[in-house]
C-alpha cells in the first residue's frame, strides 16, 4: 500500500517567520500535488510537479519534488495569517492510477 | 462558472440508516470522484465515475456505492450506517479525472454524523 506522509502534523508560528512542511513516501509517484484547505470548505489546488527536482514558486510558496519523485517539500516564506489552512499533499500511482493523499500539515499563523 | 455544489452539507443519521449524498460538478466535467475525510485517516479515495461508469474504486466495503447520471451529477450512498462512517464526504469533478495530472475541484462537502 502507497503511503504518503506528512510531518509536521501540526505547526504553529509567528507571522513572518519561515516555514517548510514535507511529504514523503516509498513509493516513486507520477506527479504529486499540493492542496490548501480551509475549515468548511474542500481542499483547493496549489500545484502539481512533474519532473524529479522540479522547482515551482507560487508568491511566498516554494514547491519542489524531490529527484526520485519519492518526496516533496513546501517552503513558505515570510508567512502570513491567510495561510492558515491544512495543507495535503496528493500523490499520482501509475500502477493504479489513483490519488493517494496523506493526512496533511495543519499550519497555524499567530499574527 | 458555478463551482462544485454537495447536497446536503449536514447530515445526522442513526447507527443502521442509509443516506445519499449528491454532488453537482462543474459544468462541462465529466469526471466526479468521492472522498471520505476523517481526522485520523485523511482523505481517502471512494470510487471515481467518469461517463455514468465507475472507473475507479477504493478500498471500502460494499455498503458504499455510487451512481453517475447522463448530465454527469453524482450520488454517493452509504447503506447500513456505521459509528465509523462520520466523517466529511467531498466530491471533486474534473474535466477529464483519473490522475493528478488534471486538476481536481473539489466541492465544500457534507458532514455526516452518525450516532
Known amino acids: 500500500t502507497q503511503l504518503l506522509e506528512q510531518s509536521p502534523q501540526f505547526l504553529s508560528i509567528q507571522e513572518g517567520e519561515n516555514l517548510t512542511v514535507y511529504c514523503n513516501s516509498s513509493s516513486v509517484f507520477s506527479s504529486l500535488q499540493w492542496y490548501r484547505q480551509e475549515p468548511g470548505e474542500g481542499p483547493v489546488l496549489l500545484v502539481t510537479v512533474v519532473t524529479g527536482g522540479e522547482v515551482k514558486k507560487l508568491k511566498r510558496l516554494t514547491f519542489q519534488f524531490g529527484d526520485a519523485r519519492k518526496d516533496s517539500s513546501l517552503h513558505i516564506t515570510a508567512a502570513q495569517p491567510g495561510d492558515t489552512g491544512l495543507y495535503l499533499c496528493a500523490g499520482d500511482t501509475p500502477r493504479d492510477d489513483k490519488i493517494i493523499f496523506g493526512k496533511g500539515t495543519r499550519l497555524h499563523i499567530l499574527p | 462558472k458555478a463551482g462544485v455544489t454537495q447536497t446536503p452539507r449536514y447530515l445526522i443519521k442513526t447507527r443502521g440508516q442509509q443516506v445519499t449524498l449528491s454532488c453537482s460538478p462543474i459544468?462541462?466535467?465529466?469526471?466526479v470522484s468521492w472522498y471520505q475525510q476523517t481526522p485520523g485517516q485523511g482523505l481517502q479515495f471512494l470510487f471515481e465515475y467518469f461517463s455514468e461508469t465507475q472507473r475507479n474504486k477504493g478500498n471500502f466495503p460494499g455498503r458504499f456505492s455510487g451512481r453517475q447520471f447522463s448530465n454527469s451529477r453524482s450520488e454517493m450512498n452509504v447503506s447500513t450506517l456505521e459509528l465509523g462512517d462520520s466523517a466529511l464526504y467531498l466530491c471533486?469533478?474534473?474535466?477529464?479525472?483519473?490522475?493528478?495530472?488534471?486538476?481536481?475541484?473539489f466541492g465544500p462537502g457534507t458532514r455526516l454524523t452518525v450516532l
Open positions: 459544468s462541462g466535467h465529466r469526471s
Open positions: 471533486a469533478s474534473s474535466p477529464a479525472g483519473g490522475s493528478s495530472y488534471n486538476e481536481q475541484f
